[in-house]
């Protein structure tokens, strides 16, 4: 099995379909979640909803992850792109290899793949994903 880091394929068919809204959550926006994944999921350009097939477990895990605060999308240059916060679990015991990032108002569409490049671990401790900067250049996500 494998986790391959990509923006989906059918959530970039969904963006075309007007599928979804990235404006701040509670401001008309769609509610995105993240998931986390073992090393025995198989994630990637072609997964195109939510499952809990190699879901992560844990202390202060629960199936489907948590949900995302995100900024309104923005742009710089001839580029869009939006962000979210940081999410944590905290007090966990958790492993996990990777994460989808889904649309819950979208019948928990894809919307990207996220691979860590290895196990990581919390121990009786938070369990942070820590998105990049939100610019043109490094967004998690970015029309260019």
């Known amino acids: 099995m494998a986790i391959t880091q990509a923006m989906t394929t059918s959530f970039k068919r969904q963006l075309l379909e007007a599928g979804h809204n990235f404006k701040t959550s509670g401001a008309g926006g769609n509610t995105f979640n993240i998931a986390l994944y073992t090393s025995s999921a198989n994630l990637d350009a072609s997964s195109t909803v939510f499952t809990t097939s190699n879901e992560a477990t844990g202390t202060n895990y629960a199936s489907g992850g948590k949900p995302l605060t995100n900024a309104t999308p923005t742009t ?3 580029t869009a792109f939006c962000d979210f916060s940081d999410v944590t679990w905290s007090a ?4 996990a ?13 894809s919307v990207a793949i ?3 490049g290895a196990d990581k671990t919390s121990t009786s401790g938070d369990f942070t994903v820590q998105f990049p900067t939100a610019d043109a250049t490094n967004a998690i996500i970015r029309l260019a």
């Not at 966990?92 to 492993?95: G, R």
């Open 76 to 78: 710089s240059g001839t």
């Open 114 to 116: 996220l691979d860590f």
């Open 97 to 109: 290899r990777g994460a989808m990032i889904y649309n819950t108002s979208n019948s928990n569409a």
């Open 92 to 95: 966990s015991s958790i492993t």
